[in-house]
């Protein structure tokens, strides 16, 4: 079945770093996908990775991907207190471009 | 401004009411989706429109009556919905049968049923 889980919420402080985590369920999922959604807004997409990689760095952004424990995160280096949202981890499923999304990890950074 | 454009931003209907969301996309992309947000459930596929036909329907209910005349545009045509309706809809659309062409998203019609 298609299932994707993150933790709830996630509290840090200015210029530290984030982790938000993120479980799947589908070994057929080609590509991997971070969104943020900043309150009134919809899903931006931050970076994606592709299943075969293990990790991806993007500026301030990284993802780790192990594929055996179907395990993905996301690292923002120096968090900001614009970078306080919800961070949607997503899997896409093979055949059509359907996006699986978990619940939603809010982000809040403190100053 | 995204290149996903969504109309209205809030809308507020009774149960009886008959009102249309309306999505735009100036992307270029072929595939079109109507996603449902509501609070602490994980984002639900409604509709999928790929080059104008509709290739999934996720057992939506038949108040909910999606209609895409070219593959810019989509609609979903809204009547007599009830209050667990409300929710935040959003449009999204990619290029389809490229797994590298993420899914753009407009900000959202915010729907209160009341």
């Known amino acids: 079945g298609e299932d994707v889980e993150q933790s709830l919420f996630l509290s840090v402080r200015e210029g530290d770093s984030s982790v938000i985590n993120c479980t799947y369920t589908?070994?057929?999922?080609?590509?991997l996908y971070w969104y943020k959604q900043e309150p009134g807004a919809g899903l931006q997409l931050l970076t994606y990775i592709f299943s075969n990689m293990d990790m991806k760095q993007d500026q301030r952004l990284t993802v780790l991907l192990n594929k055996k424990d179907k395990h993905l995160s996301l690292r923002i280096a120096d968090t900001q207190t614009g970078d306080s949202a919800i961070y949607f981890c997503?899997?896409?499923?093979?055949?059509?471009?359907?996006?699986?999304f978990g619940t939603g990890t809010r982000l809040l950074v403190s100053p | 401004e995204t290149g996903v454009t969504q109309t209205p931003r809030h809308l507020v209907m009774g149960m009886t009411n008959k009102k249309s969301l309306k999505c735009e996309q100036h992307l270029g992309h072929n595939a079109m989706y109507w996603y449902k947000q509501s609070a602490k459930k994980p984002l639900e596929l409604m509709f999928v429109?790929?080059?104008?036909?509709?290739?999934e329907n996720n057992s939506v209910p038949s108040r909910f009556s999606p209609e895409c005349p070219n593959s810019s545009h989509l609609f979903l045509h809204l009547h007599t919905l009830q209050p667990e309706d409300s929710a935040l809809y959003l449009c999204a659309s990619s290029q389809e049968r490229r797994p590298d062409s993420p899914l753009h998203f407009g900000n959202g019609t915010r729907l209160t049923v009341t």
């Open positions: 429109y790929s080059l104008e036909e509709r290739v």
């Open positions: 589908d070994s057929s999922s080609t590509y």
């Open positions: 997503a899997e896409s499923i093979i055949g059509f471009q359907k996006l699986v």
